[in-house]
């Protein structure tokens, strides 16, 4: 009798085993698409180093710094016939990333004379600026030619790296899907709009070009320049959950909420914030100028190469 049975319980088994497979393919995909960019902007710093410079480089103790011409701007005299300049309209927007270079370069080691000291002697005694440092019993003058933010877009070399996944209603993945190319064009232009934005975007970033001076002779010694861009936005990613059948896709506008038992491991609250992203932006050109800056003082010392 159990051996006329046995095969009725593995048919049973196997039918059963066949409807768990069926329910674990939903018509659910979610499609994840990231903007991958060149990195010839993130890439290592310029620098050129004469061999006067090698050979001095442990004897340089002191050093001036002279900001670019945009940041020194005297302003407009008081009369057609000249008058004394209005040494007051100094941009303050370049001071901040002045101080910053100020502030690394005494970091590695060296005594640094302001920029202002310098300005203001050459301005008030009408003197040469490598004069006016001279005074000051500077070695070395670091000119910076350019310490500016700049915004970049994806340059034509930017790609698209797309990936399909199995997914719940919920928009949560399960496993990699593989789809027919008939699928893949439809997936592509659901999410078309969406790469589009990003496209569209500006990632910011900041330059930065110096000429180190040798105050007695007047000689250039060494070049430095770099450009770094914020790396937190260099690869955005876009995801779009999709809804699929025989007649083809949709995309999901709003996820269904999970299903729970009632029981909880955590919460989260959102709360608003009337944030700016000019702010934003200008934090981050911040924390990249500070990039800058240290890496170049640390060459400058030798400690990097």
């Not at 500016?148 to 340059?155: A, H, I, T």
């Not at 914020?230 to 269904?256: F, I, K, M």
């Not at 299903?259 to 990249?288: C, K, R």
Request: with cysteine; net charge negative.
């Amino acid at each position: 009798m159990q051996h006329r049975r046995l095969p009725g319980l593995v048919v049973g088994l196997l039918g059963l085993v066949a409807l768990a497979g069926c329910g674990t393919s939903t018509p659910y995909y979610l499609i994840e698409s990231r903007l991958v960019q060149s990195s010839r902007h993130l890439g290592s710093p310029d620098v050129t180093e004469t061999p006067v410079f090698r050979g001095m480089r442990g004897g340089v103790r002191t050093l001036g710094l002279q900001p670019p011409d945009v940041c020194a701007d005297r302003g407009l005299s008081r009369s057609s016939g000249g008058g004394d300049p209005q040494i007051g309209v100094l941009r303050t927007r370049c001071g901040v990333e002045m101080a910053e270079l100020e502030r690394a370069l005494a970091r590695a080691g060296y005594r640094v004379v302001s920029w202002g000291a310098i300005h203001h002697l050459a301005t008030r005694q009408e003197k040469p600026v490598l004069e006016a440092a001279s005074e000051l019993d500077v070695d070395v003058l670091l000119q910076v030619n350019a310490l500016e933010r700049v915004e970049l877009q994806p340059g034509r070399d930017a790609r698209f790296e797309r990936r399909f996944y199995r997914a719940r209603r919920s928009g949560e993945r399960t496993e990699p899907a593989r789809v027919t190319p008939v699928r893949r064009s439809e997936f592509e232009a659901l999410v078309a709009p969406r790469e589009a934005r990003l496209v569209t975007g500006k990632r910011v970033g900041a330059t930065i070009n110096v000429s180190a001076i040798q105050v007695a002779t007047g000689a250039a010694l060494w070049f430095y320049e770099w450009t770094r861009v914020d790396e937190v936005a260099s690869q955005p990613l876009v995801e779009v959950l999709a809804d699929c059948d025989d007649a083809g896709c949709a995309e999901v506008r709003e996820t269904a909420p999970v299903e729970s038992d009632g029981l909880v491991e955590g919460s989260i609250s959102g709360i608003s914030l009337a944030g700016d992203p000019a702010d934003e932006s200008q934090a981050i050109f911040q924390e990249l100028v500070r990039e800058l800056v240290t890496d170049l003082a640390e060459r400058f010392a030798g400690r990097r190469s």
